[in-house]
């Protein structure tokens, strides 16, 4: 919950970087921190890092692949 305001209070990078820590540790909150880590990397300008994030999403069975894959098909692939 933190990382989220963290994210929407304008520090997008520590709010990724809290839920990637979150995601590495089993628990079931681990495919909802890649999500908002996701969008996180997005809103801090680092879409690069979002993709990586948004396929390991899309490759998998899970609540965030439709909407992943979306936001693949979205960003351009310059978008670094």
């Keep these: 919950?933190?990382?989220i305001v963290e994210m929407e209070a304008g520090d997008p990078m520590?709010?990724?970087?809290r839920l990637i820590s979150?995601?590495?540790?089993?628990?079931i909150?681990?495919?909802a921190?890649?999500?908002y880590?996701?969008?996180a990397y997005l809103k801090g300008k680092a879409p690069g890092k979002a993709r990586d994030?948004?396929?390991q999403l899309a490759a998998t069975d899970n609540s965030y692949q439709?909407?992943?894959t979306e936001i693949l098909q979205e960003l351009r692939p310059e978008e670094e």
């Design 53 to 55: 994030l948004f396929r």
């Design 14 to 17: 520590l709010a990724a970087d």
């Design 29 to 31: 909150y681990q495919t």
């Design 37 to 39: 880590a996701g969008l």
């Design 66 to 68: 439709a909407r992943a």
């Design 22 to 27: 979150l995601s590495e540790t089993e628990n």
């Design 33 to 35: 921190a890649l999500w």
């Design 1 to 3: 919950y933190a990382s």
